[in-house]
């Protein structure tokens, strides 16, 4: 059975892979995997509060049901060969912002450094102007020293936009982050 929501990330590749690469819809069953690559505190260094860290079966039953039966889809598992490697999502905005969408991802520290985040974000990005028409802009925040996130957002197309001083605390410590952008028509123009 096709599954109407996945997206098929090989496009993004170069050269081609030997792997099948997508996002799809977190479901039930993907539980163990979750766990699996979520409970990392190298994983969690870098993300949200509200991810937890340990992270457990619990957590990781409550995170399907709240994203399971979105319409449209906002939230998506990062696959290799349809086995659950990390996550990438979009956090629409509201009222005036309502034109925007903040993008955050993460994946499994054993798929680190093989350009799958980049591949999830281009394919996140085009999925995200396709699918909602009102959007106009992607954009995410990143921790000033977190390199490995930063080239994922220059690699898909996003531009620094700023810099945040002071504007995050994580483990008790103040942070400047930096927001990256990339509008409906710069993505146009990456052939998005």
Request: glycine share 8%; hydrophobic share 40%.
């Amino acid at each position: 059975m096709k599954d109407e929501n996945r997206i098929d990330l090989n496009q993004f590749i170069l050269p081609p892979s030997s792997f099948i690469l997508s996002l799809r819809p977190c479901r039930e069953g993907d539980q163990a995997e979750i766990v699996r690559q979520a409970n990392n505190p190298r994983v969690a260094v870098h993300l949200r509060d509200r991810f937890p860290q340990p992270y457990t079966w619990k957590d990781a039953d409550e995170w399907i049901a709240r994203v399971a039966g979105q319409s449209p889809v906002a939230n998506f598992a990062v696959t290799v060969e349809d086995r659950f490697v990390g996550s990438i999502g979009l956090l629409p905005g509201s009222d005036i912002h309502r034109v925007s969408a903040e993008v955050g991802y993460w994946l499994g520290e054993t798929f680190w450094g093989r350009g799958i985040a980049s591949c999830a974000l281009q394919g996140i990005t085009r999925y995200a102007f396709a699918t909602f028409p009102e959007l106009n802009r992607l954009f995410a925040y990143v921790e000033e020293d977190h390199l490995p996130s930063i080239r994922v957002l220059e690699k898909g197309g996003f531009r620094r936009e700023g810099r945040l001083i002071g504007a995050a605390i994580k483990d008790k410590r103040i942070l400047n982050q930096f927001v990256y952008g990339l509008t409906r028509a710069e993505a146009q123009a990456l052939a998005y």
